[in-house]
């Protein structure tokens, strides 16, 4: 019976320590499952991280690369709060596009529109 008893509360004290040694919010996944592992940030995150002349080196490459802006003269410029986008297009409809094709980075940037349509 003692031996029993014995047995328990040094089980009980293994667990404690264990539960101790592990970050809190994180449990110890079922047996035979694979360890958690830290999940990557958000795109948010990750591209809000880089800096304004990445960012703006991709804006510019985005919309230099899109056939339907063919003629179009923007320019992007990036500060750590804003994308602001100034030029000319030839139509509202490519001007809509650039729009479209910059709105992904609003999440961390406020966009700026200062495009005119010729």
Do not use: H, W
């Amino acid at each position: 019976m003692i031996r029993m008893l014995f047995c328990i509360l040094l089980l009980l004290t293994a667990t404690l320590a264990l539960a101790q040694q592990q970050p809190s919010g994180q449990q110890n996944p079922p047996s035979g499952a694979p360890p958690q592992t830290q999940q990557p940030a958000p795109p948010a995150q990750q591209e809000r991280a880089m800096s304004n002349s990445d960012i703006q080196g991709q804006v510019q490459s985005t919309l230099g690369n899109d056939p339907s802006l063919s003629g179009a003269q923007v320019q992007a410029s990036v500060d750590d709060t804003s994308i602001t986008l100034t030029g000319t297009v030839q139509s509202q409809a490519q001007k809509d596009r650039i729009l479209a094709l910059v709105s992904p980075y609003q999440a961390q940037r406020k966009i700026v529109d200062k495009v005119t349509v010729k």
